[in-house]
């Protein structure tokens, strides 16, 4: 059985990070390269433009890598248009914020070619201005169509939303001159979807400012578009692009961060200590929940670990991240922790971040073929093609530590399962846990543990809350080499504070 990212797929772990310091952030730049083709080849087939939005990745070590596939960077004020303007060099910059101030909006026209408005009133303010310094016009719309169940604060369009005008207020406080100012609508709803919810979307919005697009020159539909996801349905979204062209004489504009960066990304830990508590064994890690992947807690999800499976993060959500009905079902997975021996809990620990050969062993021993058929699927449903789950090797009936395989292997199904460990931060947050974690074998201190698709929303929102140092950058090369790329010393901390 192996459990692997794609992108590590050719690597030893162990020698590949054996220098690294911890915790650290790796970037990966075949993975990049390998969705910058996805992005590249879908503007060569539709004429659309595609740009970054630097909300979710701003690594701009990387920007000039990117520039070669994208027509530039989308900003949510002016630091990140800066950044675009400075690190992608002769490519579009785009900013929407929710409102701009004087101060800010004079230098905004300093880097933005494309400047949108999030209500009339900074339209009718600003827009003047902008448009003097020969700047592209846009109005944030709100089809009041939302295609996201139970995910409210990653909704613009759940009731009461401050983000894009509806068409009852744009017919409230639009006028002729005002309208006038505009070259193009922008529209951003969707989170981690597929074009099935943008298709709705656009529907929708055909439907509410039909007759404005006519008088537009563009239209962007946001961020949201999981493009470079395994099973992304890429036809249907050419479709929808293809049409808004054809049907209005729209130049199309999408501005995804997710899918340029997805999957590009590891974070690199150390467990420094295990504790025990009520049946649980708690791993503290180096790298803090909390301070460097805040949307763990906030999202709250459980990122992929290799050679791991999540189980649950029910200190931060009652529910278990596992959907997949196939494995939420208790007869095949249980998510009880037994307390280890304590000599499993040595502290003579070597680096064992178990490479694809020992892992196969440890995950065949432990759940044996059932592994790869049942949890191999609801694996991709979750985390996508990036982790790859195959069966190999026969049952053993023992794991690597001696304790006994928890595998009914004749009857394809798992009793119980061992060697579940809660993953937790250093901080002083009680709720700094990542959730429960399933290995095929005993974890130990110094051990080292990856994480994957920890390029986007976690290097752009770190912290240093407790003190806690600030991940290093490293870039892993197509040719296989490790490069720093920044590191954080206690300096970087204090100056932020006064
Ligand atoms: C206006 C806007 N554009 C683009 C994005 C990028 O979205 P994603 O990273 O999910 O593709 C966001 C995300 O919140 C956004 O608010």
């Known amino acids: 059985m ?81 950044l675009g303007h400075e690190e992608m060099p002769g490519k579009e910059v785009h900013v929407f914020s929710a409102a701009y101030g004087d101060k800010d909006f004079k230098e905004v026209l300093k880097y933005a070619d494309h400047i949108i408005f999030n209500s009339v009133y900074q339209l009718k303010k600003y827009g003047p201005l902008a448009k003097a310094a020969g700047k592209e016009i846009g109005l ?12 409210a604060i990653y909704d613009p369009c759940s009731p009461g939303s401050r983000l894009g005008v509806t068409r009852e207020i ?42 404005i697009l006519p008088k537009m020159k563009w239209i962007n539909l946001g961020g949201g578009h999981h493009i470079t996801r395994h099973d ?45 508590n009520s049946g649980h064994n708690i791993a503290i890690l180096d790298m803090s929940a909390a301070c460097h992947t805040p949307d763990v807690i906030e999202m709250p999800y459980m990122p992929p670990l290799l050679n791991s499976y999540p189980i649950t993060n029910d200190i931060n959500t009652s529910t278990s991240v596992v959907e997949s009905s196939a494995v939420s079902d208790p007869s095949k997975l249980s998510v009880s922790s037994p307390v280890l021996d304590p000599s499993a809990l040595s502290t003579s620990s070597p680096v064992n971040c178990a490479g694809p050969d020992a892992f196969t062993e440890t995950m065949t021993d432990l759940f044996g073929d059932v592994f790869g058929d049942v949890f191999g699927d609801a694996i991709n449903d979750i985390f996508g093609d990036d982790t790859d789950v195959s069966s190999s090797g026969s049952v053993s009936g023992n794991s690597a530590s001696g304790n006994p395989s928890s595998t009914d292997s004749s009857s394809g199904k798992l009793s119980s399962v061992e060697h ?22 005993d974890l130990n201190r110094d051990e080292l543990l990856v994480f994957g698709d920890m390029a986007i929303y976690s290097i752009c929102k770190n912290n240093t809350f407790n003190g806690i140092p600030l991940p290093a950058i490293y870039l892993l090369k197509k040719d296989g080499t490790i490069e720093l790329i920044k590191k954080f010393s206690y300096e970087d901390f204090k100056e932020r504070l006064g």
């Open 2 to 82: 192996q459990i692997q990212f794609k992108g590590l797929e050719k690597y030893d772990i162990e020698k590949l990070f054996k220098d690294v310091q911890t915790p650290c952030y790796i970037l990966d730049e075949a993975t990049f390269i390998k969705n910058g083709e996805i992005l590249k080849s879908l503007q060569e087939e539709t004429g659309a433009k595609v740009l970054l939005a630097e909300k979710a990745f701003s690594n701009f070590t990387v920007f000039p890598l990117l520039s070669q596939y994208l027509a530039g960077t989308e900003a949510s004020g002016l630091f990140e248009a800066r």
């Open 140 to 151: 944030r719309i709100n089809p009041e169509c939302s295609t996201q169940e139970g995910h």
């Open 170 to 211: 744009f017919d409230l406080e639009m006028d002729t001159d005002t309208l006038s100012l505009l070259s193009g609508l922008h529209s951003h709803t969707l989170c981690e979807q597929d074009s099935d919810a943008l298709e709705i979307t656009v529907k929708a919005i055909k439907e509410k400012f039909g007759d």
């Open 232 to 276: 992304y349905n890429i036809p249907l979204l050419k479709k929808i692009i293809l049409d808004l062209k054809k049907t209005y004489n729209l130049d199309v504009y999408l501005e995804p961060g997710e899918a340029v960066a997805l999957n590009a990304g590891y974070l690199v830990t150390k467990i420094l200590d295990i504790v025990r």
């Open 420 to 441: 579940i460990y809660r993953l937790a931060g250093p901080s002083c947050l009680a709720g700094d846990v990542i959730g429960d974690y399933a290995f095929g074998h």
